[in-house]
C-alpha cells in the first residue's frame, strides 16, 4: 500500500507582525483582473465562499480553488492591503498521482469543459484516449488500437509491425474516389521437384504433394470463403514456362483452408522448379 501527502486542509493568514490574522479580508480574483473569482468553502464545490472570505479567530479560512489561476488581496479587517499575489492555482507538486480507471464516457483526467474527452484505463496495461465518450486509441507495450473500442473499422497495430484489421480498409485513388482495397491473402515461391519446398512464402503452411504437377497450398489462416482469385506462373529448370490453371476438376480444388494447383505444360502436367502462386481476396 501506498501513501499520499495531505493537501493543506486550512489556509492560515498573519498581520505584518506575524500574529494570526482576526478579522482579515481575502479577496480573490480571476488572475490579472479585477474580475471576483469565487472559492469553495470544500472539495465539492457545492458552497461558494463569500469575496472576501473573513478570517476566523485563528486567521484561518476553507479554501478551495476551480481549475483556474486567481489573484488574491490579503487585506486586514480595515481593509488595509497586506500584499496581493497574482496567477495562484490549485497546481500540485507532487512525485505521483493515482486515479481510478475511468471509463470511455467518464474519463478520470479530462477537462471543465469537455468531461467526457480524455484518458483512462480501459484495462490494466493498457491507456486510452476518447472523445465525446468513444474511444479512439487504446494502446499497451505490445499493441495499439485505433478506431472504436470492437468497431467495425478498428485497426490493431501488434508487436510494431503485423497490422491487423476489422472491417474493410478503404483507399482514395487521389481522384476523389474512395473504395474498398483488396490484398494478397497468401504467396508463395516454391520447388516442385522431389519433395515439394517453399524458398518464401506469406500464409502458407505447408504444400501436399499429389503427385505430377499436382500440388495443395494449405492456409495458415483460412480464407473466408472459396470465392478469391489465384494467379501464378511455373517453369521448369529448362526455362519452358506455363500458367498454372488447369481445367480438369481433378486438379483444381478451391476450399477455405486450401487451393489445390496444377502446372502443366502443353505436354501435360510437370513438377516444376519455380512456381510462384499468389491469391487475392
Known sequence: MSYNLSSVPKLQFFDNDGNPLVGGKLYTYAAGTTTPLATYTDSTGATPNTNPIILD????????????????????????????VDNVSNA????????????????????????????????????????????????SATAMTFGQSGGANDVDVTHYGDYTLTGDMQFNSGYGSAAVAYGCRAWINFNGTGTPAARGSGNVS????????????????????????????????????????????????????????????????????????????
Open 206 to 281: 505447408s504444400i501436399t504433394d499429389n503427385g505430377i504437377g499436382d500440388y495443395t497450398l494449405n492456409f495458415t489462416v483460412s480464407m473466408p470463403d472459396t470465392n478469391y482469385a489465384i494467379c501464378g506462373v511455373a517453369y521448369a529448370s529448362t526455362g519452358l514456362a506455363a500458367g498454372i490453371f488447369v481445367t480438369q476438376p481433378a486438379t483444381i480444388a478451391f476450399n477455405t483452408g486450401s487451393v489445390r494447383i496444377g502446372v502443366r505444360d502443353a505436354s501435360g502436367l510437370y513438377d516444376g522448379t519455380y512456381i510462384n502462386v499468389a491469391v487475392f481476396r
Open 57 to 84: 479567530s485563528r486567521g484561518e479560512a476553507n479554501v478551495w480553488l476551480a481549475a483556474q489561476s486567481y489573484k488574491f488581496v490579503l487585506k486586514t479587517s480595515t481593509d488595509s492591503t497586506i500584499w496581493t
Open 92 to 139: 500540485i507538486n507532487v512525485s505521483q498521482i493515482l486515479a481510478n480507471s475511468g471509463t470511455a464516457g467518464a474519463p478520470p483526467y479530462s477537462f471543465s469543459a469537455d468531461t467526457d474527452t480524455g484518458v483512462y484505463l480501459p484495462t490494466v496495461g493498457q491507456l486510452g484516449l476518447t472523445a465525446n465518450g468513444t474511444p479512439f486509441l487504446r494502446g
